[in-house]
């Protein structure tokens, strides 16, 4: 089991940035590969970005790719996600997620341990 507890949400004007954090606990950590997901309410959960386990592989939605950057730290057991150029479409809860394996997925059904999510709000 991976318990995850992100950070860093909040509310930014639109062009703005913020960097989210998922400090992880549990199995360890440099093991499984890890991403980020949101939800916007009314909406489906979706992918965001993913990294592999060693940082080497990186996948991104479409949507935010060239604005978002995943990295991670596993000497730290924490996950980032540097958002910039934000958007009101970006506003959701963001999930940091434990992938079941060392390898990347776009899939939620890829991943075994969930966060709670924390809120970015994007305003005009």
């Known amino acids: 089991q991976v318990q995850l507890v992100e950070s860093g949400g909040g509310v930014v004007q639109a062009g703005g940035s913020l960097r989210l954090s998922c400090a992880a606990s549990?199995?360890?950590?440099?093991?499984?590969?890890m991403g980020w997901f949101r939800q916007a309410p009314g909406k489906e959960r979706e992918f965001v970005a993913a990294?592999?386990?060693?940082?080497?592989?990186?996948n991104y939605a479409d949507s935010v790719n060239g604005r978002f950057l995943i990295s991670r730290d596993n000497a730290k057991n924490t996950l980032y996600l540097q958002m910039f150029g934000l958007r009101p479409e970006d506003t959701a809860v963001y999930y940091c997620?434990?992938?079941?394996?060392?390898?990347?997925?776009?899939?939620?059904?890829?991943?075994?341990?969930w966060g709670q999510g924390t809120q970015v709000t994007v305003s005009l």
């Open positions: 549990g199995r360890t950590f440099s093991s499984y590969a």
């Open positions: 997620a434990a992938g079941s394996t060392s390898y990347i997925a776009s899939r939620i059904d890829g991943y075994d341990n």
């Open positions: 990294i592999s386990w060693s940082g080497g592989t990186r």
